[in-house]
């Protein structure tokens, strides 16, 4: 019966463990993913784009009624290169 305690304790430490880890990583890691990856998508379109996120609820932004996560938008600063206009990039 101590075994099957013991192994039940063992269990519980590492469901907690595993779920602490990927609470981290979503935190943390995903969003400079995300953002890594957006900005290589605004690097395309020239230099001076850089990676912005949109509040989901800007309509004029983020207009489609999928939007339920985030909005990036590549933003240009005309003193760093040459714009053309802000694109969306979902």
């Known amino acids: 019966m ?3 305690v013991g192994e039940l304790n063992m269990t519980v430490i ?3 463990a595993i779920a ?3 609470a981290l990583f979503y935190v943390f890691v995903w969003p400079m993913i995300q953002r890594v990856i957006v ?5 395309t379109l020239g230099t001076g784009y850089t990676a912005t996120k949109m509040d989901v609820s800007d309509t004029n932004v983020c207009n489609t009624s999928s939007d339920r996560t985030d909005c990036w938008v590549c933003k240009c600063d005309p003193s760093k290169g040459d714009c053309k206009n802000d694109v969306e990039a979902k």
């Not at 900005?39 to 690097?43: P, R």
């Open 14 to 16: 590492t469901v907690i």
């Open 2 to 4: 101590k075994d099957a």
């Open 39 to 43: 900005q290589q998508t605004c690097n």
């Open 20 to 22: 602490a880890i990927a």
